[in-house]
């Protein structure tokens, strides 16, 4: 007597010209992709921000140069006495 399973087809997946592509195959292919994916936007997103911070760092205060400022003179007026 033939069991019930022997009815059932193989999964058959994607067919391109000669060959078909396995679902089990397809779903590996995806799964590594979205992985590298996110790790991939996590790096780009540390990237960024050391970057924004870095040039933050550039516009500080006490990375500028001292800049020579001309002192005026005050003139104070005689007081009568």
């Known amino acids: 007597m033939p069991t019930s399973n022997s009815n059932l087809k193989e999964t058959a997946g994607v067919k391109v010209l000669f060959f078909s592509i396995p679902n089990n195959f397809l779903l590996q292919l995806g799964t590594g992709s979205l992985l590298l994916?996110?790790?991939?936007?996590k790096a780009v997103a540390q990237a960024?921000?050391?970057?924004?911070?870095?040039?933050?760092?550039?516009?500080?205060?006490?990375?500028?140069?001292v800049l020579?400022?001309?002192?005026?003179?005050t003139t104070s007026e005689p007081s009568d006495a």
Do not use: K, Y
């Not at 994916?37 to 936007?41: C, K, P, Q, S």
């Not at 020579?68 to 003179?73: D, I, L, Q, S, V």
């Open 37 to 41: 994916g996110l790790v991939g936007g």
């Open 48 to 65: 960024v921000t050391a970057i924004g911070q870095a040039s933050e760092e550039v516009f500080r205060g006490d990375r500028l140069p």
């Open 68 to 73: 020579p400022f001309p002192e005026t003179e």
